[in-house]
C-alpha cells in the first residue's frame, strides 16, 4: 500500500465518465482521516488545459515538482478509493498550488 500525505501527487486508476483511466490524482484527504479510514480522498489532475477553465480549476504552476511529466491542471472532481489502489506516489503540490487547489475544492463543496 502507498502511504500518503495530504497533497501528495498518486498515479490512481481514476473512474469518470467513460470508464476508468490512469492518470495522476492529489491527495485532498489529511493525515487525521487516514488514521482512521483505509481510503483517500483525491481530485483530478488533467494535461488537457483546454478544459479546466472554471473557478474551480486550478492550472499547477510547479508541475514538475509535483512529478508530472507535462503542464497540468487540477480539476474538481473528487473520488473516494482504496489506498491499496494507489499506484505511486509521484511528487508533492507546492504551497502555491496546494492553496490554489484548496481554494477550489472550498468554491466547489459547500462545507
Known amino acids: 500500500m502507498v502511504s500518503v500525505k495530504p497533497a501528495d501527487v ?14 495522476p490524482a492529489a ?17 483530478a489532475i488533467t494535461t488537457n488545459l483546454a478544459v479546466a477553465t472554471t473557478p474551480t ?15 497540468s491542471a487540477f480539476r474538481t472532481f473528487l473520488v473516494t478509493l482504496p489506498q491499496r489502489e494507489l499506484i505511486a506516489t509521484i511528487g508533492h503540490l507546492s504551497d502555491s498550488d496546494r492553496t490554489a487547489v484548496e481554494e477550489c475544492v472550498r468554491k466547489a463543496i459547500a462545507v
Open 27 to 43: 491527495v485532498l484527504s489529511t493525515i487525521d482521516y487516514h488514521v482512521f479510514h483505509r481510503d483517500v480522498i483525491l481530485g
Open 10 to 23: 498518486v498515479i490512481a486508476d481514476f473512474p469518470g465518465i467513460t470508464g476508468v483511466k490512469r492518470r
Open 57 to 71: 480549476d486550478h492550472l499547477i504552476v510547479d508541475w514538475t515538482m509535483a512529478g508530472l511529466r507535462r503542464p
